[in-house]
């Protein structure tokens, strides 16, 4: 249902699902549906824009795929977050109408961005779906960049294992050896796809004396590289020369499970392993052996395979891994960029002019 600001105190007493909007000639308004409580930055701009009528999802938890489906019929646009899956399936149901889709997420492999594009053939006529996309790159760079560096320091210092020991009876005395780690001061770290984010964590990292930093991506990116003075090597130089090793590629098809056995095979014994990117680059059987086997020293991950990652699962047992619940953007100054941001770029596109940052299709 598709109501206005009077009927919303009647409505959203049928929590998560809030219905709300603008009361002035709503039926003319361009319908969107925001398939999440995205933070207040960006509902304010939504409700204060006076420009669309939109229903929102009012819970953290993802909606529903049937209700999700159900919601997206007729609408101009959807505003959605990294766990929804953007796909033919649900392109079809939303229908024609359907203009913008923005997410609130820099990484945008939950989007189909063929079928977001692709030409139909329906009764006899070519419809192209034509579909513009917005995301929220830049706005998270600095808050990703400064939980990879804590993720590092803490794995590489084996910060999680220190407390627990401490809290556990662990701590007898000052022991020589005890919990000792990996340093950054002149270390060689590697960086797996240079982009905004990578030139921000070697940024951060520099003041602890790292020696050199190394990075590889499917081609140099020299003007990036020269901002961090880094060398551009391959994927195995990558892998042999890192003492840490920072993850910072999209995931497309190319990069898919692209840590395997055959990069954490090369890699030194004392090599720290971070991501910060998506689950989907590593293939987390041969992180699992490559840790427990001691073929590096440590892996601090924000992003697994499946999210959330099951408590049973095997990585949860190595002291030397740890695992934090894909909270790399999570500061409150930038969930609110990326919301209003998210928003902006919506309404945007539904006005028909550049998004702030638009996905380049
Ligand atoms: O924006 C993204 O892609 C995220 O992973 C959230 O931090």
């Keep these: 249902m598709w109501c206005s600001r009077t009927a919303l105190g009647r409505l959203q007493r049928i929590a998560p699902c809030t219905v709300t909007g603008h009361h002035r000639a709503m039926s003319a308004l361009p319908k969107v549906y925001v398939t999440r409580r995205i933070p207040p930055d960006g509902l304010d701009i939504l409700r204060k824009s006076g420009q669309v009528q939109f229903e929102l999802w009012d819970s953290d938890d993802p909606v529903p795929r049937v209700e999700l489906l159900n919601k997206v019929k007729g609408c101009d646009g959807i505003l959605c977050v990294l766990t929804e899956k953007i796909d033919a399936q649900l392109l079809d149901v939303a229908g024609p109408n359907l203009k913008v889709l923005s997410t609130m997420s820099v990484g945008y492999d939950h989007l189909s961005l063929e079928e ?30 400064e939980l990879t560096v804590a993720l590092l320091l803490a794995t590489s210092r084996r910060l999680i294992e220190a407390t627990h020991e401490a809290k556990t009876g662990g701590w007898g005395t000052w022991r020589t050896m005890w919990l000792c780690g990996h340093e950054l001061a002149n270390s060689t770290v590697g960086i797996l796809g240079l982009g905004r984010i990578g030139v921000a964590i070697a940024e951060r990292l520099k003041p602890f004396k790292v020696k050199k930093f190394i990075y590889t991506d499917v081609e140099p990116r020299t003007e990036l590289a020269n901002m961090i003075n880094a060398e551009y090597v391959s994927l195995d130089e990558l892998a042999k020369q890192s003492d840490f090793l920072a993850i910072c590629c ?112």
């Design 116 to 145: 977001l594009k692709k030409s139909l053939l329906i009764w006899a006529c070519i419809f192209c779906r034509g579909i513009r996309v917005g995301y929220t790159p830049e706005v998270l760079t600095d808050a990703v960049a």
């Design 250 to 361: 999209a995931l497309t098809p190319e990069t898919h499970g692209i840590c395997n056995w055959n990069l954490f095979s090369k890699m030194k014994k004392n090599a720290i392993f971070i991501n910060t990117s998506r689950g989907g680059v590593v293939n987390q059987e041969d992180l699992y052996e490559a840790l427990s086997t001691g073929l590096i020293a440590g892996a601090g991950l924000d992003v697994t395979t499946p999210e959330p990652l099951p408590t049973h699962h095997p990585l949860y047992t190595l002291k030397n891994c740890v695992i934090l619940p894909h909270i790399a953007s999570a500061s409150y100054t930038t969930r609110n960029a990326m919301s209003a941001l998210a928003a902006n770029n919506l309404l945007a596109g539904l006005r028909g002019e550049a998004m702030p940052k638009e996905l380049k299709l």
